[in-house]
């Protein structure tokens, strides 16, 4: 049988049922959104599986969606098989105040950095992650400066004047 | 041809020579500055070409870069500075020795440029006092070289008592300097 798209979200129904809340494959990508609780579980499983073989974690990010309340931040995982070269992108939605998640750095030791990132831009907390502080901007920063209320500019800037910039 | 810089204006005489302490010493800074370059991005490749041999900074008696602050005369700022980077960039500058200049080339460097943005220092005039500033995203090396001319006009005509001014001491104290 041949090892794409189908056989992987038809393997992982079948193990994980009900923890699989959606799917779609926008562009041909297998796309899963899955029970936050069961993200060790599933990636675990995916890592470990005979055939699957989902060793490799492209990239692991956020997105803010304010208007979905109660699950505005999305959590993305990237994984890639590479003997299949099979991607799959897996989504598990949080709420943004104090959004739990477990730490994938068990499995990837590359989770750590990305994870620090997704803390430092969005807030979300990785349970069980090391060393889980800001990785990119300065340690005296209060706020996550991706989430949406945040403006893009520095506030501190008084030259600016909005007619000249259209607003 | 070898063009020698100018004396000063003084007394001439058969054997002697007699000038202002200032203009002497005030000519021999401005003729051997050594820069310190802080290049983090896109104006850096500009003063790479500036150093090199097509334009030559060297000509102009900057010719030997210092990449330790404790023997620069000049701080060349080139580069959009991230806030993280700012308390760097500060102590680059607390640890060079009097007297000492800085330039800000770009226009990243003297107002954060197109990055404005949150984690991007809106000009680096905000943590530490600038002589001269180089316009440009980014500058040609004429205009870094213009620049750094600029300041040695500066070094030439300063008076050796200003850095001990009061007016001087107090511009440091509103950057958060401390003097000793
Ligand atoms: S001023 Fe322009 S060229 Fe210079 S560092 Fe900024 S973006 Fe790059």
Redesign the pocket.
Known sequence: MAIDNAFAKQSIQEHFGSDLLGHEEPFGLLTIEINPEKLIDIVGWLYNHPELKMTYLTDLCAVHYPEQSGREIAVVYHLHSLPNNLRVRLKAFLPVAGGHIASLTGIFSGANWMERETFDFYGVQFDGHPQLKRILNMDEMDYHPLLKQYALEDETREDKDDRFFGR | MVKLVEAPEGLEGQGFFATSLDKVIGMARANSLWPLPFAT???GIEFMATMASNYDLARFGSERLSFSPRQADLLMV???IAKKMGPVLKQVYDQMAEPKWVISV???ASSG??FDTYSVLQGIDRIIPVDVYVP???PRPEQIIEGVLKIQELARNESLRRRNSDEYKKMLESYHIQTS
Do not use: F, R, V
């Open positions: 991005s896109c104006c080139m580069g959009t770009g226009a990243c440029g197109i440009g995203c980014p």
